[in-house]
């Protein structure tokens, strides 16, 4: 069994963030494009987003540290460290208002190619 230090992976990814010109970085912790489960871990820095997409099954995502906005069509929420929060299929964005650490989960319909 492998563990993942999540708290000291989040500071390390906020790092790489930091000095990245999209303002995030991530790395996949558990799957990839041959799982039907992905979760990713990602540094955001205050005031960069993750944009508009579609998804192409259930996902949702836990607030590790900082502060988010997260979009969908007229609902909008704002979360806090510790929330977590089940995405719509169509979203807009999510901002990071803070320095933030994200672990987005996904679970892809459909056999993996």
Do not use: C
Request: zero cysteines; proline letters at 2%; hydrophobic letters at 45%.
């Amino acid at each position: 069994m492998e563990t993942v230090a999540i708290g000291v992976l989040g500071e390390k990814l906020l790092a790489e963030a930091r000095s990245a010109s999209s303002g995030r970085y991530g790395v996949t912790i558990q799957g990839g494009h041959v799982h039907s489960l992905r979760q990713t871990l990602i540094g955001v820095e205050a005031g960069h987003t993750l944009d508009e997409h579609e998804n192409t099954g259930e996902v949702t995502l836990q607030l590790i540290r900082g502060r988010a906005r997260v979009v969908a069509a007229s609902d909008a929420v704002e979360l806090v460290a510790g929330d977590y929060v089940v995405i719509p299929l169509q979203w807009d964005s999510f901002e990071a208002l803070e320095d933030t650490v994200v672990l987005l989960t996904a679970a892809v319909q459909g056999t993996p190619d």
